[in-house]
């Protein structure tokens, strides 16, 4: 196991757009001793409520989703830049429901602050629940995101999480 230590928020450099959307993120998850995690690509960081918070984004068809609704906490973990791509790409394919997908691809399974992370990341955000809220057709202002996004009927619930610590090693 890597030795990871608490990194101040107060001095964070973190471009969301390159790390979130570049380079992507794994959401982890734990319930009754099973884990799992899903690549995203989709979600922020800012202030909320007087709280930092992390935002994400899960599909109602997810795996993720369904453990992540029995639970308080999860992490998101992020890698050094171009590492991963591979078992990322798995985690994106790939159904937690069927299989271990997190040992199929060779990742380890850490925790802090009784919240599962990977081992493998490089800079994790542990979070707590705060809210979730499912998104709708009649939220959407602009009409393509339906066509765009949502042709298929399988929408996104959004969750705020309270970064509870930030980690790096």
Known sequence: MHQFQPYPMEVLEFNPFK????????????RDGKTNGMTAS????????NMNIATIFIR???????????????????????????????????SG???DKLASARLTVNHQCETA???????????RKLSATRLTE????????KE???????????????IMEVLAR
Not at 42 to 49: D, E, H, R, T
Not at 64 to 91: C, P
């Open 148 to 162: 765009n996004f949502y042709k298929d009927g399988d929408m996104h619930t959004m969750y705020i999480g309270e």
């Open 42 to 49: 989709w979600g922020s960081v800012g202030c909320l409520w």
């Open 19 to 30: 790390k979130i959307g570049q380079d992507w993120g794994v959401i982890v998850t734990e």
């Open 60 to 94: 109602d068809s997810r795996f993720t989703k369904e453990m992540l609704d029995a639970t308080e906490t999860f992490s998101v973990n992020f890698f050094e830049e171009g590492k991963m791509k591979a078992a990322m790409g798995y985690l994106g394919k790939v």
């Open 138 to 145: 009649e939220s959407f202002l602009d009409p393509s995101i």
């Open 117 to 127: 992370f990977l081992d493998e990341s490089n800079f994790v955000l542990i979070c």
């Open 97 to 99: 429901r069927y299989e």
